[in-house]
């Protein structure tokens, strides 16, 4: 499965943005899946995940009430809508797809990953 993301752009702080993950090329109901990002110098780390329909999410702690995760499964897309930014925020985001029922938080344990989108946040 081929993942596009797209949304990033420059915002300042405490405003809002809102990442698109479109896939193609397989059944996009068979996958859960996440978004992680990546700061320069750290390793990713994970934001949010969804399973296959779309009935369960997991969110990382610093994101539990600023980003919300949902995907529509007849678009093909998942999008993390992401609300109240702070400057530690900036980063690449990614999407990643499993094909699995549940969420996941671990990278390692997504087969599928789209190129990134970048989200800088200006304080």
């Known amino acids: 499965v081929q993942l596009q993301a797209s949304g990033g752009g420059l915002v300042q702080a405490g405003g809002s943005l809102r990442l698109f993950c479109e896939a193609s090329?397989?059944?996009?109901?068979?996958?859960?899946m996440g978004w992680f990002r990546q700061a320069p110098g750290k390793e990713r780390e994970f934001v949010a995940a969804v399973s296959r329909s779309g009935g369960n999410t997991d969110y990382a702690d610093s994101m539990k009430g600023r980003f919300t995760i949902s995907r529509d499964n007849a678009k093909n897309t998942v999008y993390l809508q992401m609300n109240n930014l702070k400057p530690e925020d900036t980063a690449v985001y990614f999407c990643a797809a499993r094909r699995a029922t549940y969420v996941n938080t671990a990278p390692r344990d997504y087969t599928y990953w789209g190129q990134g989108t970048q989200v800088t946040v200006s304080s």
């Open positions: 090329g397989g059944t996009f109901s068979a996958y859960a």
